[in-house]
């Protein structure tokens, strides 16, 4: 008999948020699970991934990826494994990452799911370490701020899951000073664990005055950014001549309604010719292979850890997302499945 399954949930996103999204912005629908067709392949979803970009995609907004669509079910990474196949280079019971989350059971095209070695790492932390977010984290620091050995970098929104890779990465490959700023006691102690050299919580006075004090008279050479605002602010006013910024995201900034704050100091860019570089990690898909090496090794040798952040059941998988969004993880926020 097959165990072909006839339904399966979705999370639709039933209308656009205004500011901080809630949960009557989602909906979980029962839709009927499509037939398998040539090369194709059924996946029954374990874990997904919920990330910060994804909420520039929940406005109408022309973007570097298209919005999601009202009613129809939200996209993101996800590790799975198959179920049934009709694509050769895949067999059930393969684990693959695809990005079609969201959703039980999610039916595509072979090419589009890449089986992984769960003998490396779990299954999880391909949808971090392993996945997006570490590939983020090392393309960031190496191609785009252009790292050197020697550097005082400093990295903002570091409790979460690329932030605390770029520290760690910075370490490894031989930075002078490594800085996180994080936004409770708890995360600035994990930060020091992790091997930072100095962190704070920016709760807790000026970041400008925070960072002063960790970078002291060193400065700081390279800024990877994923908060905006009052951090990059701060950045530029402490960075020193020929600084380099990765400017990955700007967190503090995506539910704001009205008009975004600062940095009120740009200018200064000129002067201390500094390099501010925007970045998509998915522009950089030739270093992939290389940070797939890299991190294998890193994390074989113990060189690098992780914190994976885990919330039980589709059915809370928005949930999940405003908390990220409100900073309620650390390391990787993933919505378990199955």
Not at 234 to 258: E, F, H, P, T
Request: glycine residues 12%; proline residues 4%.
């Amino acid at each position: 008999m097959s165990t072909y399954p006839e339904t399966g949930r979705e999370i639709h996103l039933a209308s656009r948020p205004t500011g901080w999204p809630s949960e009557e912005n989602f909906r979980l629908t029962e839709v009927t699970v499509p037939e398998l067709q040539d090369g194709q392949v059924l996946v029954r979803n374990l874990h997904m991934s919920v990330d910060p970009y994804m909420r520039g995609r929940m406005n109408d907004v022309k973007s570097y990826v298209p919005p999601f669509k009202l009613d129809a079910p939200l996209e993101g990474g996800a590790i799975g494994e198959v179920v049934e196949s009709r694509s050769d280079a895949h067999k059930p019971g393969d684990k693959v990452v695809h990005w079609l989350g969201w959703r039980d059971y999610a039916v595509l095209d072979g090419a589009r799911a890449r089986v992984i070695d769960t003998d490396l790492a779990p299954a999880s932390a391909y949808l971090g370490v392993l996945g997006m977010p570490g590939e983020t984290a090392y393309i960031g620091l190496t191609k785009v701020a252009e790292f050197r050995e020697g550097d005082v970098v400093f990295v903002s929104g570091a409790a979460g899951a690329v932030g605390s890779l770029v520290g760690q990465i910075a370490k490894v490959m031989g930075a002078k000073k490594v800085i996180g700023s994080a936004g409770s006691a708890e995360k600035v102690q994990r930060l020091l664990d992790l091997g930072f050299d100095e962190a704070f919580n920016y709760h807790d006075g000026p970041v400008k005055d925070s960072l002063k004090k960790a970078a002291g008279a060193d400065g700081i050479d390279v800024y990877f950014d994923n908060v905006g605002g009052e951090h990059l602010e701060a950045a530029l006013s402490v960075m020193n001549k020929g600084g380099r910024v990765a400017m990955c995201g700007a967190i503090s900034q995506y539910n704001d309604k009205g008009a975004a704050s600062g940095p009120r100091n740009l200018a200064l860019a000129i002067g201390k010719e500094i390099t501010l570089r925007g970045f998509i990690v998915g522009s950089y898909s030739r270093y992939v292979d290389e940070f797939n090496t890299q991190m294998a090794t890193w994390l074989q040798e113990g060189a690098v850890s992780y914190d994976e952040t885990f919330v039980d059941g589709l059915e809370n998988a928005p949930q999940a997302f405003i908390d990220l969004m409100k900073g309620a993880n650390k390391g990787k926020m993933i919505v378990n499945l199955g």
